[in-house]
T-cell receptor, first 113, second 113 residues
Framework: AQSVTQLDSHVSVSEGTPVLLRCNYS??????LFWYVQHPNKGLQLLLK??????LVKGINGFEAEFKKSETSFHLTKPSAHMSDAAEYFC???????????FGTGTRLTIIP | DAEITQSPRHKITETGRQVTLACHQT?????MFWYRQDLGHGLRLIHY???????NKGEVSDGYSVSRSNTEDLPLTLESAASSQTSVYFC????????????FGEGSRLTVL
């Protein structure tokens, strides 16, 4: 069984300040972990993925995430927020090599000008 | 450019009517998926297919059906629409060699009155 918990439903940060979106996971198998982003009225887009290689993963648009097995966490960070980062972010878990994804409930990121 | 398209983007129907949502991808991806997105639930898997003539039930498949007669298309049918099926529906596709790396359509918003 697998599950993912996004610890904040809504995060607000000022433009130019760091972003931290928190995700904890549970998986009976070695997990693959993903972050997807959804801009308003759009489909989801893959931001980055962890699949048992390097624990620090870099994605698009300056985002990165670190896999911490001891803490069962996969938090998403960005050093400096941009207005275009305003969106919904989903943390996703699946057993390694499996296509059946389990999505978190999402974190809405608001950027304050 | 390759893409994945959904139609219609918006639909209003009445309880008991049959509804079909279309999904067409031009990436030649093996895998195709249908999800529904509801507030507080993230995305939940309805049905999925790993290739032509292959279909499988997801976690919320009751009241839905799919068929895969070619690589490009995976239509989703609601046999008898219910108000509980009011939602935003997303189609996605992926390559067999890259599990979890989904490409999403822009969604179909369905309202059942």
């Amino acid at each position: 069984a697998q599950s993912v918990t996004q610890l904040d439903s809504h995060v607000s940060v000022s433009e130019g300040t760091p972003v931290l979106l928190r995700c904890n996971y549970s998986s009976s198998y070695s997990p693959s972990l993903f972050w997807y982003v959804q801009h308003p009225n759009k489909g989801l887009q893959l931001l980055l993925k962890y699949t048992s290689a390097a624990t620090l993963v870099k994605g698009i648009n300056g985002f990165e995430a670190e896999f911490k097995k001891s803490e069962t966490s996969f938090h998403l960070t960005k050093p400096s927020a941009h207005m275009s980062d305003a969106a919904e972010y989903f943390c996703v878990v699946t057993p390694f090599g499996n296509e059946k994804l389990t999505f978190g409930t999402g974190t809405r990121l608001t950027i304050i000008p | 450019d390759a893409e994945i398209t959904q139609s219609p983007r918006h639909k209003i129907t009445e309880t008991g009517r049959q509804v079909t949502l279309a999904c067409h991808q031009t990436w030649n991806h093996n895998n195709m998926f249908w999800y529904r997105q509801d507030l507080g639930h993230g995305l939940r898997l309805i049905h999925y297919s790993y290739g032509v003539q292959d279909t499988n039930k997801g976690e919320v498949s009751d009241g839905y059906s799919v068929s895969r007669s070619n690589t490009e298309d995976l239509p989703l049918t609601l046999e008898s629409a219910a108000s509980s099926q009011t939602s935003v529906y997303f189609c996605a596709s992926s390559l067999r060699d890259y599990p979890g790396e989904l490409f999403f359509g822009e969604g179909s918003r369905l309202t059942v009155l």
